[in-house]
Nanobody, 125 residues
C-alpha cells in the first residue's frame, strides 16, 4: 500500500509562490507516476501536472510556464513549485500515484490508484 501525504499549502497573495510536497510511504516511489490534481468545491477535480516514473512531464495548459513538477526518489517525494499564482489557482491540491505513467486523460478522469488527502492553496489579496 502506497500512502501519500501532501504539504505546503497556505494563503498567499496573487503573484507569489508556493511549493507543494507529496511524500510517499509504504512503498518506494521509483516505479510510480505522480500526478497533482486540484479541486474547487462544486467543481470537478482537474489534473494539473504529471511526472512519470522515468520523469516524463506533462502540464495542463493553464499552468504551463508557472508550475514545475519534480521528483526526488531518494526522499520518496514529488514537488510542485507554483509561481505567479492567480486567484483561479485557489483549490485543494492533492497528489495521486499510478504505476509508471499517468493515463492519457488524467487531467479529466484522474485514474490514479492511490490518493493523498490534499492541501489547501488560497490565493487572495
Amino acid at each position: 500500500q502506497l500512502l501519500l501525504e501532501e504539504s505546503g499549502g497556505g494563503l498567499v497573495q496573487p503573484g507569489e509562490s508556493l511549493r507543494l510536497s507529496c511524500k510517499a510511504s509504504g512503498l518506494p516511489l521509483d516505479d510510480y507516476a505522480i500526478g497533482w490534481f486540484r479541486q474547487v468545491p462544486g467543481k470537478r477535480r482537474e489534473g494539473v501536472s504529471c511526472i512519470s516514473s522515468d520523469s516524463a512531464i506533462d502540464y495542463v495548459d493553464s499552468v504551463k510556464g508557472r508550475f514545475t513538477i519534480s521528483r526526488d526518489n531518494a526522499k520518496n517525494t514529488v514537488y510542485l513549485e507554483m509561481n505567479s499564482l492567480k486567484g483561479e489557482d485557489t483549490a485543494v491540491y492533492s497528489c495521486g500515484a499510478k504505476i509508471f505513467v499517468c493515463d492519457r486523460d488524467y487531467v479529466v478522469n484522474g485514474g490514479m490508484d492511490f490518493w493523498g488527502k490534499g492541501t489547501l492553496v488560497t490565493v487572495s489579496s
